[in-house]
């Protein structure tokens, strides 16, 4: 499960992000700030006039992060080898600087996550949405692994700990009902994926990581590549069921070969159970704006019966 920053501020400077950009896509006009996660600071920039998005990290490497150079190499790897109708959802990357910072180019729309916690907007098709992500799955599971791509195996244990620990950090928001709904679950045994269950996979492809077209109402693009590994797809249909629902979550398995379908959906809701906690913590930190939201799906994820 990834990590969210309690920090505000972010890790880099406009100087340096500046620096880092001319020395190898020219001067930019303008350097903006977008937003600070829990690993990146993700400016805005525009050298001659094409407008860029560097992910600067907020904490030094570790050995098990990837670096700049491999993200690079992998999203390059998957846009060559997957269809245009998906390879348009994959922007270019480049590296900037001497510590090859990635870039990306700018997916002009607004994500999809804003747009479903937004009451006065409306997502026409859930289900329209859950068959396009789910094709995106599929592309890139049938890539095959390049040389030195990470492996994200599944413990369990180490989950189920983190999702207890923040539930009980969450408590004055869950209240006593809703935090027992989690005990319960964090006790349930759960079956890891095998190793041949695991394949290339986006292994982050929340909502706010999928950028949408206002005018189509279609996915314009897919950003934030850093966690991309050999990991369990159903983690990716479990964030699907998370922030848009059942019936979005079918629609993306209807994509899939049927014999996957229902291991994979058992293991999608575990999966977002898991991670709607982690939401709930973010959103409680960092973005209360997003707590309402969370707090509906996490009721429809762990119904109170």
Do not use: K
């Not at 990357?93 to 870039?103: E, F």
């Not at 922030?243 to 977002?272: F, I, N, S, V």
């Amino acid at each position: 499960m990834p990590d969210h920053a309690s920090d505000d501020v972010p890790a880099s400077d406009a100087g340096g992000v500046g620096d880092a950009v001319a020395a190898d896509l020219g001067w930019p006009r303008s350097i903006d700030l977008l937003g600070s996660g829990g690993d990146h600071d993700a400016w805005l920039v525009d050298p001659d006039g094409d407008e860029w998005v560097v992910r600067v990290p907020r904490r030094p490497s570790t050995d098990g992060d990837p670096s700049g150079a491999l993200v690079h190499e992998l999203t390059e790897h998957i846009r060559r080898s997957v269809g245009d109708d998906v390879s348009a959802w994959v922007p270019e990357h480049r590296l900037v600087g001497s510590a090859g910072w990635v870039a990306h180019r700018h997916v002009e729309g607004r994500s999809l996550q804003d747009l479903v916690a937004d009451p006065f907007a409306t997502v026409d098709d859930l289900s329209a949405l859950g068959r396009q992500l789910g094709r995106f799955i599929v592309a890139i599971e049938d890539v095959g692994a390049p040389p030195g791509v990470p492996v994200d195996d599944v413990d369990p244990v180490e989950w189920l700990d983190e999702v207890d620990s923040l539930a009980e950090g969450l408590a004055p928001v869950l209240g006593a009902e809703r935090r027992d709904r989690v005990r319960r679950f964090a006790a349930e045994p759960f079956r890891a994926p095998s190793r041949d269950e695991l394949a290339v996979c986006h292994n982050d492809l929340g909502a706010e990581h999928v950028i949408i077209d206002p005018t189509t109402g279609r996915i314009a693009g897919v950003i934030d590549w850093s966690d991309t590994a050999v990991s369990d797809p159903a983690g990716d249909v479990g964030r699907i069921l998370r922030d848009l629902g059942d019936d979005a979550m079918a629609a993306t398995l209807a994509t899939m070969p049927e014999p996957q379908r229902p291991d994979r959906a058992r293991r999608a809701r575990w999966y977002a159970r898991c991670l709607i906690v982690e939401d709930l913590d973010f959103a409680a930190r960092a973005r209360p704006d997003l707590l309402a939201h969370a707090l509906d799906a996490f009721d429809r994820l762990y119904p109170s019966t």
